[in-house]
């Protein structure tokens, strides 16, 4: 861990939206069971899902799935496993959208679940502006914290990677 302040990325904008001790345990560098396989799927599915029109372009904070050119505007497309987690998926293609439109692109975003076969459209609303900013103030403040939130259970904690960080103790009882 460094002295200084924790960087936003749109990845810990999407873990905030998930869980707010695990964008505080990935933004300081505390990483996941390496091996888990929810994460190693995920990491097989970003190699895979698309391959012929891939493009993945990395940018300070951003790594984007695929941006392609579309008619109107540039298409910031984010690849998941399932819609389960939508309103994150939205939190972080939203901060997608948010820091490119800052540099002057015209840009739309989609989200892809190749195993459901579907996508859908997202375009930067002033509601969805407007979560984002929130949630990159209280993910800054957040982040700020020597010491990360309590664990909370939530569904999402049955396929966490950092389960056994948080609840270990109930494993030995």
Partial sequence: MGDGPVPVTATLVGYYGVCPREAWLMGHALS???DHELLALGR????TAYREARKEV?????????LSKGKDAWVVVEVKRGSGQREAHLLQLGYYLLRLEALGLKVQGE?????????????LTPELRARVQEAERALEELLQSPVPPPPKRIPACSGCAYFEFCFVEEEDG
């Fill in 44 to 47: 097989l599915l970003q190699e």
């Fill in 111 to 123: 989200l892809r679940y190749p195993e459901e076969r579907r996508a859908e459209r997202v375009n």
């Fill in 58 to 66: 990395a940018l300070p904070g951003m790594r984007l799935d695929l």
């Fill in 32 to 34: 996941p069971f390496p």
